[in-house]
Every structure is written in structure tokens, then in C-alpha cells.
């Protein structure tokens, strides 16, 4: 098995980290870390999916002969757009942030569509998509950690589950979005992607993971 291989079943096993957190915390689990526990849970399915297409060419979809997993990653997206403005919706306390996250949410839907049925199409695999994402899902944290420094109280950051979060998110989409933009011209080189990819996939997932362990503490 290759290197690239191994990474990449690591990363989908790694969707496990925060689901086992989440298990483990289940009876201190607030509202917003029940909502990013579903969010992993069904994140965790989708990539339980992929693996099956990978390994086992097990799909609906064919393309050339080979099992297309694309349509499902195209899927993904929305629901990833949907989760993320609900959590962070939740996590912003000015009414104001909670509006721009609908707001951005909404822009985001609405491109992953335009670009799944108009541009890229449901059969290739979504890098526009995913860059819409990630800039979405960067604007949000950067919000949020806006939020964290403009607040009056005193918090213990390492106790605030959406600082982990948004740390999670923050160092998957500002890597991934490169990636993702570049993926097309990268030719013989697309391995070297998915290795990148993977590593970043896994170490997101073990930020998640501590922010569904976390037992938040308001002030101090």
C-alpha cells in the first residue's frame, strides 16, 4: 500500500475522532456541540461512502466503467454549508453575525448548485465547489475569532469548543483552498494533493475532536 493509499484511509478513519468524542462527552454536551456531533456523525457517513466507491466501486453512478463518487461529494457540500451556518449561527451572540452567517450560507447554496449542474457538472469533482466552501467556512471563523477578541468577559479559550472548532476549520479550508483551485493544473502531481489533503483532514479532525471533549466554561 502506498504512502498516498495509507494517508487516505487514515483521513476517512480519522471522521471516527470527533464521533468517538462526541460518545465519550455525550452527557456534558452543550446545544452547539450536539449540533457539530450530528454534523460529524453524517460527515463521517459520507466518508464511510467515498470508501466504499473507492475500494469497492460500489455506486449508482458510472463513469467510463469506474464508480463516481462526485455526486456525493457535490452533496456533501450543501449539507456542509447548511451545518457550518447552523453551528456558527449558534455560536455568534450579535444578531448582526448571526445574519451574516444566514447571509453567507445562502450565497454559498446557491453557487455549489449554479456550479454542480452549470460549470462543473454533477459528475467531476467539485473543486469550485469546495473553494466556495472553504472561503465561506474561513469567513465565518475569522468572525468568529473577531468575536472572541472584541467580547468584554474573560474566557478560557481552551475550554470554548468553537475555538477548537474554528481552529479546525480555519487550518483545513486556508490549506485545502489552494489545493483545491490548483487541483486541475496539477497533473501528475494530484497524488502529492491528496497527501497534503489527507494530513490536514486528519489533524482538523483531531481539533474537532477536543472541542466535542471540551465542558465549556463561560468566564473566569
Known amino acids: 500500500m502506498s504512502t498516498s493509499l495509507l494517508l487516505q484511509n487514515l483521513s476517512s478513519l480519522s471522521a471516527l475522532l470527533p464521533i468517538a468524542a462526541a460518545i465519550v462527552n455525550r452527557r456534558h454536551l452543550n446545544h452547539l456541540q450536539k449540533i457539530a456531533a450530528a454534523f460529524f456523525i453524517i460527515s463521517g457517513l459520507?466518508?464511510?461512502s467515498l470508501l466504499l466507491v473507492m475500494h469497492f466501486n460500489v455506486t449508482l453512478i458510472t463513469t467510463g466503467g469506474r464508480a463516481n463518487n462526485a455526486p456525493l461529494i457535490h452533496l456533501f457540500l450543501?449539507?456542509?454549508v447548511f451545518f457550518y451556518a447552523l453551528i456558527y449561527f449558534n455560536a455568534f451572540?450579535?444578531?448582526t453575525l448571526k445574519r451574516t452567517s444566514i447571509v453567507f450560507a445562502g450565497i454559498?447554496?446557491?453557487l455549489?448548485?449554479?456550479n454542480a449542474f452549470f460549470i462543473e457538472g454533477l459528475l467531476k469533482f467539485?473543486?469550485?465547489g469546495n473553494t466556495i466552501l472553504s472561503v465561506t467556512l474561513i469567513l465565518?471563523?475569522?468572525l468568529y475569532f473577531w468575536q472572541l477578541l472584541d467580547q468584554v468577559e474573560?474566557?478560557?479559550?481552551?475550554k470554548q469548543p468553537m475555538f477548537w472548532i474554528s481552529a479546525g476549520v480555519l487550518s483545513y479550508c486556508s490549506i485545502n483552498i489552494f489545493l483545491f483551485m490548483l487541483m486541475r493544473s496539477l497533473g501528475p502531481l494530484s497524488s502529492n494533493f491528496w497527501t497534503i489533503h489527507s494530513v490536514i483532514n486528519i489533524i482538523a479532525n483531531a481539533l474537532f475532536a477536543i472541542a466535542l471533549l471540551c465542558k465549556p466554561q463561560k468566564t473566569i
Not at 474573560?154 to 481552551?158: A, K, Y
Request: net charge neutral; glycine share 4%; no cysteine.
Open 46 to 48: 459520507f466518508d464511510f
Open 78 to 80: 450543501l449539507v456542509s
Open 112 to 114: 455549489i448548485l449554479i
Open 126 to 128: 467539485p473543486s469550485i
Open 93 to 95: 451572540n450579535k444578531l
Open 108 to 110: 454559498a447554496g446557491v
Open 154 to 158: 474573560i474566557v478560557r479559550l481552551e
Open 140 to 142: 465565518l471563523s475569522l
